[in-house]
């Protein structure tokens, strides 16, 4: 067990990455998560191999993952919410290509320019895929600077295992928050890579990484194998914590900031007696579905505290089938739920102390 | 005895473009260039969107079709990702001029050492001859039906004349290829665009004059002559940055 050290889970991540054997970062200035481009910008020219590129745009720096994650290798690149949607047709390019890569959000306040203090509004965007056509991104949604590592090293893991793209759906919180964290080593598994471009050598015939196909039949065929790649992800990589939820009566879901601030909120409500438990989605695709619909079976509600209009609400939904009703609590445009609001809203919810 | 062969550097694949149509000379020369310089098994080409966005299967080497205008980045992390890849783009006007400005001018301005084929035909082909930044002026096109007024929209772009002025480009040509004699130079053009990148030296663009007959709404014979009357005086050939030649 290697030492704790203090860092900015930004910082974190940007380690992570490098300990996960990510040599390649194009990155763009964009509060809050500039730290991870610094971060990269000093560490990475140290590195054997190691290429950062301060793009011109969140556009050219996708575009040149896309380059990278062409060649077989271990890239990245990182924004927050405007840049997002700057890499959205990246983004749809790199699933319909069906390249290894992965990208970090670090959400802040929208829609538009928005603010620059942590959100979680860009939920649907993330797990509708965010670019045009059907597709998804693993997504990974870190709740301390501990995650931050964890859960970049397991993504670009994921994302090599299943030739597709990882998300790291961080809010600005996780991003600027410091926190005692380790890094343990990494044991970076190998994958297929045959198909990557290395140049033909004149020994094999070319490979072509496209995502052009103007067969209808073979570009139907083509989504319909890829959704059943997804399909066998969404049995077998869902990840999730349970906390206080063995004798819940009520259920709060929550990722992130707002899981953090839930925990505090749940642990005021069960000193009023209040049996309330939380489900944290760790990944937010694929989401959880399995334990929430189980969890419907035996709670009365569900409270979903997001730091946005209602977005994950849908999936909770979705997955209990509405079998009970699901509440939202949520704070948006940068503000952040208080454990006292939260609480309150249990409260209000739950009819006070049982 | 053989006279003559298709490259190896191209694919059996039958080429789709229209008849007369300039592209298939210009693959043509990037891949004899390919062969000649001993590269084809360390190439690997950008394919952009325009009529040319096949050529992931024209040309016999590892190929990735980019997103409109963002080949030079895509190339970008090719190079980077190992430096010994021999990395090209075959890009037209739209592409380059239009939507990819950004991405050419910081591919250049980056000093990445890649070269990038620009077929310039004046006009937008694949989607039906719309206006294009290096359309000119009085030229009718699908979006300039009155003839390009640059009153109301402004004057081509001179992409070898704008690039020259960013200091990381280091060799930037116009060809042309509407006679022999000009096809000749357009072929040593591209050989020195792919030297240079093989000598480490930096970012090589050549501009080709191209024709686009149907869209232009000529035969192939009158748009070679519309080239020659219409595109050269506006575009002239020549070199515009070579820094193997710098000033004391």
Known sequence: MSEKVLMKGNEALAEAAIMAGCRHYFGYPITPQTEVAAYMAKRMPKIDGGVFLQAESEIAAINMVIGVAATGKRVMTSSSSPGISLKSEGISYLAGCDLPALIVNVQRGGPGLGGIQPSQSDYFQATRGGGHGDYHMIVLAPSSVSEMVKLTIHGFDLADKY???SMILADGTMGQMMEPVSFDDVKINSYDKSWALTGTKCERKPNIVNSLSLNSEQLEEQNFARFEKYRLIEETEAMYEEYRMDDAEYCVVAFGVAARVSQNA????????????MIRPITVWPFPKKVLNEAADKVKAFISVELNMGQMIEDIELATRCKK????????????????????KISEITGGQN | MVVYEKSK????????YCPGCTHGIVHKL???????????GRAIGVASVGCSVFTYNYFNCDMVQAAHGRAPAVATGLKRSDSNNIVF????????AAIGTAETVHSAARRENITVIFVNNAIYGMTGG???????????????PYGRDVEKVGYPVKVCEMLSQVDGAYYLERVAVNNVKNIKKAKAAIKKAFQNQIDGKGFSLVEVLSTCPTNWGKTPEDALVWLEENMLPYYPLGVYKDADEKED
């Open chain 1, 163 to 165: 030739r597709m793209t």
């Open chain 1, 266 to 277: 749940i642990d005021m409500a069960r000193e009023k007696g209040i049996k309330v438990g």
């Open chain 1, 325 to 344: 009703p699901v509440y939202l609590c949520n704070r948006v445009g940068g503000m952040i739920p208080s454990p006292e609001m939260i609480f309150e």
């Open chain 2, 9 to 16: 550097a191209l694919t059996d694949a039958p080429l789709h």
């Open chain 2, 30 to 40: 990037v891949a004899e260039v390919l062969e000649e310089l001993g590269v084809r």
């Open chain 2, 89 to 96: 783009t075959y890009q037209g006007d739209g592409d380059l």
């Open chain 2, 130 to 144: 719309q206006m294009a930044p290096t359309t000119l002026p009085g030229q009718v096109t699908q979006t300039s």
